[in-house]
């Protein structure tokens, strides 16, 4: 990770604990803009977005970060916390299947998902 990057992703870090969620979410879209690959960026950019009611788009980067690693426990529970509040109930039960299994020490398949 290059400095910028760090220091940014730093930075809207620092905004979300004081409650800034608007300007965290900037930061973390500028994050993932300078690296598309960044899975902390789309982790962080979808929570803060589903704590402001963007679900939609919260869910879309959930998505990616799934996408980007598909084997993170934490990465697949927040997933189906957003499916849930978007009513998305199969879906959330998938993305809950996907964290049980992990848990219990298990690998997602990528190609299922």
């Known amino acids: 990770m290059n400095d910028t990057l760090q220091e940014t992703f730093d930075d809207a870090t620092g905004d979300l604990a004081i409650g800034d969620l608007e300007s965290a979410i900037l ?8 690296d598309p690959t960044f899975f902390d960026g789309w982790q962080a950019l ?11 788009e919260a869910i879309g980067c959930g998505i990616q970060a799934t996408m980007l ?3 993170d ?11 849930v509040q978007d009513k998305q109930i199969a879906e959330a039960e998938h993305a809950k299947q996907n964290a049980t299994i992990l848990g219990i ?4 398949d990528k190609t299922r998902d």
């Not at 929570?47 to 939609?56: H, R, V, Y």
């Open 73 to 83: 426990l934490l990465a697949w529970t927040a997933l189906s916390q957003m499916y």
């Open 46 to 56: 979808g929570m803060a977005l589903m704590k402001t009611g963007e679900i939609k």
């Open 105 to 108: 020490g298990g690998k997602v």
């Open 27 to 34: 930061g973390y879209r500028k994050c993932v803009t300078l």
């Open 69 to 71: 690693q598909p084997n």
